[in-house]
């Protein structure tokens, strides 16, 4: 950390600075400039809580050097952690996706999904019991039945399940039907939800709020980690811009920045990233060349007729050429697509 002085600090006003990171356990090394005096810290395990440093007289700036996420950061954990879920891995040379529709809707709609899904190669199946949505009135999702008809599918078709918990009334009875659970973007700073996740013993697939720098992520993926869950994925499912009319903006710049700074996995969700069917492949297959772990894709046997998220759902057909597509593109950057 350094501590930058304004122009005119007096002597006195750098004195009690260094007296304060005294104070506070560490060690101050003040640079002389011309103009100017910078105060180097030494001595801090993580980054220190210097805010209050900020109102002394003086002080222009406090300027972190080290990460606020200790345990996600890739300065503590340099090799890249690699989460295996019955086999199927995020985070090495595989590249694993996981389909399904939005919500569960009806045995029929589930069943018809999870068998094209195993028939495509694919291991891992998604739907929502409990739907996240912007209206009280719009479907809310089938509830403890839905992971019901959850479990049938893994029973039946042997897919590993992902499937979101919206809250910490819920979370429990969700991880006992999944095998990922997943935590969705509006609750990425659910506190409470994050810190409970942290104390299960299942991966949790973790997706960046709409509205999140990259720090504020690796934060939410911190909650968890410090709780004592290091299976965390983390998932770019696309930010708010002006950008119309695309529901969301798919950040794929954050995947190889992610992986500088964590060595948490990363997967994207062109679907919630992007809102239209017709946008799912094409960054897909960017998805997998920027680097991404896997994706998250939203299928629907007629999407047209879908509780919810219909408009970027692709058919089961299009589902087909989606992996048969990325299990060409695979080989040429070092990914076995799953
Ligand atoms: C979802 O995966 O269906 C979902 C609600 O996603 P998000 O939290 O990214 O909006
Ligand atoms: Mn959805």
């Not at 999870?114 to 028939?119: D, E, T």
């Amino acid at each position: 950390m350094f501590i930058v002085m304004s122009p005119g600090a007096t002597r006195e006003q750098i004195a009690a600075v260094c007296d304060e990171i005294s104070r506070m356990g560490l060690k101050a090394h003040p640079i002389n400039g011309t103009t100017r005096t910078a105060i180097g810290v030494t001595g801090n395990k993580t980054q220190v809580a210097a805010d209050h440093l900020l109102v002394l007289s003086g002080v222009e700036d406090v300027v972190h050097v080290s990460s606020p996420y200790r345990l996600a950061s890739r300065e503590s954990h340099p090799d890249s952690t690699v989460i295996n879920v019955g086999g199927v891995k995020f985070g090495g040379s595989e590249f694993s996706v996981i389909a399904g529709p939005c919500a569960v809707e009806s045995r029929e709609q589930l069943m018809t999904a999870a068998n094209r899904v195993a028939r495509a190669g694919v291991k891992l199946f998604r739907g929502g019991a409990y739907k996240p949505r912007t209206s009280p009135y719009s479907f809310q999702g089938l509830g403890k039945p839905g992971l019901e008809l959850l479990a049938e599918v893994r029973a039946k078709y042997g897919l590993r399940i992902v499937t979101e918990a919206i809250d910490t009334e819920t979370i429990e009875m969700v991880a006992e039907y999944s095998d990922i659970i997943q935590l969705g973007a509006r609750n990425m700073q659910n506190f409470s939800l994050l810190k409970k996740a942290g104390r299960m013993r299942k991966p949790v697939l973790l997706k960046r709020g709409m509205a999140a720098t990259v720090e504020e992520f690796l934060l939410a993926a911190e909650y968890i980690l410090s709780e004592g869950n290091e299976q965390v994925i983390l998932c770019e499912r696309g930010i708010r811009t002006m950008a119309e009319p695309a529901r969301n903006v798919l950040d794929l710049a954050v995947i190889p920045q992610i992986k500088l700074l964590s060595h948490l996995p990363i997967i994207a969700d062109p679907s919630h990233g992007t809102g239209r069917q017709a946008r799912i492949l094409p960054m897909s297959r960017a998805s997998l060349a920027a680097g991404a772990d896997g994706l998250l894709i939203e299928v629907h046997h007629a999407p047209e007729a879908a509780l919810s998220d219909g408009p970027q759902a692709i058919t089961l057909d299009e589902f087909d050429t989606l992996m048969a597509e990325l299990r060409k593109l695979g080989p040429a950057v070092g990914r076995i697509v799953h």
